[in-house]
């Protein structure tokens, strides 16, 4: 096994031990990149050099006795929206052309002073503000979409281009390119994370997190990124819930480390109506079949009505669009020949979206998140699919459902992820099948706020219950 | 509920009004879009509201959220 092959638990563990170095694994990821990069296209720049450097400096600190915890030495990559001091945050769009971030965002400074060796800043669909990434490839078929916004986080996570990966997600940005790619994808409870320094799409819907290898990556991940921000309006000054203790995730890795992926307890909530419907057959099978494999790990599972269902789309929009064209609103007058056709109409006909209706939308928001409240009053986490259909082929614009309706691409990626954005709710991906054509097969995992031990403890449950958690797309050197 | 076509023209005069003067050829393509989120987001009118308040984020004195107030005691919420 290659370096670049190992999870992030696995490269941490030998780093840890002695048997790998940081400078060792940044180099074989590099040279991944070397080879797979072309046909993939998931970074917009790929810092090699700083990279090496700060490989190494992290190699002189573990040798000297001074480990900053597991993700010492491990190379990451960011999402290019998010900033990291001295280096472009271009957003994948010729508005942000001569940007360069005059320092970190609260993200990449945590990853720094955590020793996490940058390699370099991945595409995003432009500003986030679409589901399909045009410019990166689908990691297990180039032909395909690789999903968004975060479509080139999760393709380098996938082919092995990054050990870990940071994404946002808005209306399913980190959970749908996750789910496309066959990777983890981790959206935390809203305010869990500080987004300052990272370029909004819409302030009420933003969250950062991780796109992994598997979930115990992903609580590595969160737990070096917890912390309260004044500088983030939204931030909470909460902790994350511990799964027994109420202590804070920084026991989390070790309290999933030696689980035995005992669920007796649990009560998981499968929806009877919204998350199964319109959805492909396969992507149903699969999901089922993963729930099915929860039970017999000792959760009880349980039927719950997903309530405010017919509203969740127009909440979505009512928030989102208005929000996005408002932080737009400067460079929608100076530039729009700089957005990309699709970005540039969404954010012209925001303009035209009412006061009134915005507020409705808040207003419907306040009604869900209590709906959901008592929902999760009832069971510990919802498992739902991630997306309603696996990757689709690029320049693909609609899907067609059994029921003979036809559905925007987009509108179907996001609509299965939007509920945990509206009512802020944790909520994690992880890869449960592949479908005919071999495409990957996502699981959703929704908790209640600040439970995301929770959440994490039975994704890490059903991934020990397997055999290829954290397999690599098979994209050929 | 209904609420009408929106013509080109119309979606320029609104744009106009909200500060976006949009070029001639531009106006179908923006009406056509405007038009389609409208009748998305309109669904909600159809929502009895009561005293729901909107769930837009305000707190007062932000900044300094780890300030006890003067008199208390600064509480751990955590949950």
Same mark, same amino acid.
């Given at each position: 096994m290659q370096p670049f092959e190992l999870s992030l638990t696995e490269a941490a563990r030998a780093v840890r031990a002695g048997e790998l170095s940081p400078v060792e694994l940044t180099d074989s990821v590099l040279d991944r990149i070397g080879a797979v990069e072309e046909r993939l296209q998931a970074?917009?720049?790929?810092?090699?050099?700083?990279?090496?450097?700060?490989?190494?400096?992290?190699?002189?600190?573990?040798a000297a006795g001074r480990s900053r915890g597991p993700l010492h030495g491990i190379p990451m990559a960011l999402k290019d929206l998010i900033d990291?001091?001295?280096?472009?945050?271009?957003?994948?769009?010729?508005?942000?052309?001569?940007?360069?971030?005059?320092?970190?965002?609260?993200?990449?400074?945590?990853?720094?002073?955590?020793?996490?060796?940058l390699l370099g800043k991945t595409h995003t669909h432009e500003?986030?503000?679409?589901?399909?990434?045009?410019?990166?490839?689908?990691?297990?078929?180039?032909?395909?979409?690789?999903?968004?916004?975060s479509g080139g986080s999760a393709v380098a996570v996938a082919a092995g281009e990054a050990t870990f990966a940071l994404g946002t997600d808005t209306g399913g940005s980190i959970r749908v390119p996750a789910a496309l790619n066959g990777v983890v994808g981790l959206k935390p409870t809203y305010g869990l994370i500080s987004?300052?320094?990272?370029?909004?799409?819409?302030?009420?819907?933003?969250?950062?997190?991780?796109?992994?290898?598997?979930?115990?990556?992903?609580?590595?991940?969160?737990?070096?990124?917890?912390?309260?921000?004044?500088?983030?309006?939204?931030?909470?000054?909460?902790a994350p819930r511990g799964e027994s203790r109420g202590g804070p995730s920084a026991e989390l890795w070790g309290e999933l480390s030696h689980r035995d992926g005992d669920l007796r307890?649990? +009560?998981?909530? !499968?929806? &009877?109506?919204?998350?199964?419907?319109?959805?492909?057959? %396969? /992507? #149903?099978?699969?999901? +089922?079949?993963? !729930?099915? &494999?929860?039970?017999?790990?000792?959760?009880?599972?349980? %039927? /719950? #009505?997903i309530p405010l269902a017919r509203y969740i789309q127009?909440?979505?929009?009512?928030?989102?669009?208005?929000?996005?064209?408002?932080?737009?609103?400067?460079?929608?007058?100076?530039?729009?020949e700089l957005y990309s056709p699709d970005v540039r109409l969404l954010l012209e006909a925001g303009e035209l979206v009412l006061a009134g209706d915005y507020l409705r939308a808040q207003r419907a928001r306040t009604m869900m998140r209590d709906a959901w409240t008592a929902m999760l009053g009832q069971v510990d986490v919802i498992a739902a699919p991630a997306v309603p259909t696996t990757a689709v082929k690029a320049g693909q614009d609609t899907v067609e459902w059994a029921d003979g309706t036809v559905e925007a691409v987009s509108d179907s990626y996001v609509r299965l992820a939007a509920p945990a954005n509206i009512t802020g709710v944790p909520a994690l991906t992880l890869p449960v099948g592949h479908d005919h054509a071999g495409m990957p097969i996502g699981m959703q995992l929704m908790g209640r706020p600040l439970h995301e031990a929770t959440v994490l403890r039975v994704g890490h449950a059903y991934e020990l219950a397997g055999a290829d958690a954290g397999r690599l797309a098979p994209v050929g050197a | 509920m209904d609420t009408g076509e929106l013509t080109p023209q119309e979606a320029a005069r609104w744009a106009l009004r909200a500060g976006l003067p949009l070029s001639d050829d531009r106006h179908e393509a923006v009406a056509a879009t405007a038009q389609?989120?409208?009748?998305?987001?309109a669904t909600l009118r159809e929502l009895d509201f009561g005293d729901t308040a909107p769930a837009a984020v305000f707190v007062a004195g932000h900044g300094h959220a780890d300030a006890a107030v003067a008199g208390q005691e600064h509480v751990d919420a955590a949950v």
């Open positions: 970074y917009v720049t790929v810092g090699a050099a700083a990279a090496r450097d700060s490989a190494a400096r992290a190699e002189r600190e573990i990291a001091e001295g280096m472009p945050t271009t957003a994948s769009s010729r508005v942000r052309a001569d940007h360069v971030a005059n320092g970190d965002s609260a993200v990449a400074a945590r990853l720094s002073a955590a020793g996490a060796v500003f986030a503000y679409g589901l399909t990434t045009p410019q990166t490839n689908n990691a297990w078929d180039q032909g395909r979409v690789a999903g968004g916004s987004r300052y320094g990272v370029t909004s799409l819409s302030w009420s819907l933003d969250h950062v997190g991780p796109l992994t290898r598997t979930v115990e990556d992903a609580a590595l991940v969160l737990d070096s990124l917890v912390g309260h921000d004044p500088r983030d309006p939204a931030s909470l000054s909460l307890g649990l +009560r998981i909530g !499968v929806p &009877r109506n919204y998350y199964f419907d319109r959805i492909s057959p %396969e /992507v #149903e099978t699969a999901v +089922r079949q993963a !729930v099915e &494999r929860l039970q017999g790990l000792g959760a009880e599972v349980v %039927e /719950v #009505e127009a909440i979505q929009w009512g928030l989102m669009v208005p929000e996005a064209t408002a932080y737009h609103e400067r460079t929608l007058r100076t530039v729009p | 389609h989120i409208q009748s998305v987001i």
